[in-house]
């Protein structure tokens, strides 16, 4: 009897153990978008995120890489967490969007690992395929996030607001939002957008306005892993309750799960 319990007693200490062991490792944040670096250029992403993901009550750490010559984590740190929530702010040159190696480190990540990721950035293509256009097997925007058609900088929403929606079928279907230009500053760079034509995924978010109407994020389960890829800043959707929405259907998506409640009754 005594045996017996005392097996009990260490079951339920060893439940308690990974049941928290999985809350700490849901999501690692990687800081790119240079607010550090370069404090007078470039907006801070993480001011409207954090408060979204606080709200939310997602477990997470974050990363700031402050010199932007410099890599993220690698694959195997991010393999410890079931979301890498890459954001790139308004960084658009030089390639310190994503390092080659932060290209590589992430579809480790993605292919061994089985790894999730969120990358958030509107000018990724620019900065690292700016012939793009027609993205081939072998490129890490084929192979990692499922893209195979782009049209870049179809909008342009400066100083303004635009009007989204979440596309049917998509995680974050029927979900309107309207995007701010946080980043139109003494630098006038402006929020853009480009356009998903052909993706290997779904396509995820729609822009209603301004015209033309077309697709600016997309979301696709390779069978392996599970990548969204926007160009629609998440830190730009203006209002806080549609920032969490979208945030929480992204990321229960990406964990297979429908929403923060169910993902902590899971662990």
């Given amino acids: 009897m005594k045996n017996l319990l005392h097996l009990f007693t260490l079951s339920i200490i060893f439940l308690m153990m990974t049941a928290n062991v999985g809350i700490a490792q849901q999501i690692i944040c990687v800081d790119r978008d240079g607010s550090s670096q370069y404090p007078d250029d470039y907006t801070d992403d993480w001011q409207y995120l954090?408060?979204?993901?606080?709200?939310?009550?997602?477990?997470?750490d974050y990363v700031e890489v402050t010199d932007l010559a410099n890599d993220g984590p690698d694959g195997a740190t991010m393999a410890l967490y079931n979301i890498a929530f890459?954001?790139?702010g308004e960084v658009w040159s030089d390639g310190e969007t994503l390092t080659d190696n932060d290209e590589y480190?992430?579809?480790?990540?993605?292919?061994l690992y089985g790894g999730n990721l969120l990358l958030s950035s509107q000018d990724f293509l620019y900065d690292k395929y700016p012939d793009a256009g027609i993205l081939y097997p072998g490129e890490f925007p084929h192979d990692g996030l499922g893209l195979t058609?782009?049209?870049?900088?179809?909008?342009?929403?400066?100083?303004d607001t635009g009007n989204v929606m979440g596309v049917d079928g998509s995680c974050i279907a029927g979900v309107p939002f309207a995007v701010l230009d946080i980043?139109?500053?003494?630098?006038?760079?402006?929020l853009y957008i480009?356009?998903?034509?052909?993706?290997?995924?779904?396509?995820?978010?729609?822009?209603?306005?301004?015209?033309?109407?077309?697709c600016g994020a997309t979301q696709w389960n390779s069978g392996t892993f599970?990548?969204?890829?926007?160009?629609?800043?998440?830190?730009?959707?203006?209002?806080?309750?549609?920032?969490?929405?979208?945030?929480d259907k992204s990321i229960a998506w990406l964990l297979g799960?429908?929403?923060t409640v169910l993902v902590k009754m899971e662990q």
């Avoid at 954090?50 to 997470?60: K, R, S």
């Avoid at 980043?183 to 402006?190: A, E, I, Q, V, W």
């Avoid at 480009?194 to 109407?213: A, F, K, S, W, Y």
């Fill in 194 to 214: 480009d356009e998903i034509v052909g993706t290997l995924g779904d396509n995820m978010m729609e822009v209603v306005n301004p015209e033309p109407i077309g």
């Fill in 86 to 88: 890459w954001f790139t």
């Fill in 50 to 60: 954090q408060p979204a993901l606080d709200a939310l009550g997602y477990t997470y």
């Fill in 226 to 247: 599970r990548t969204i890829f926007s160009t629609v800043s998440y830190a730009a959707i203006r209002d806080l309750d549609k920032r969490k929405e979208v945030l």
């Fill in 257 to 259: 799960t429908t929403g």
């Fill in 183 to 190: 980043y139109t500053g003494l630098d006038d760079d402006g």
């Fill in 149 to 159: 058609d782009v049209v870049q900088d179809v909008w342009n929403i400066e100083p």
């Fill in 105 to 111: 480190e992430i579809l480790l990540y993605l292919t």
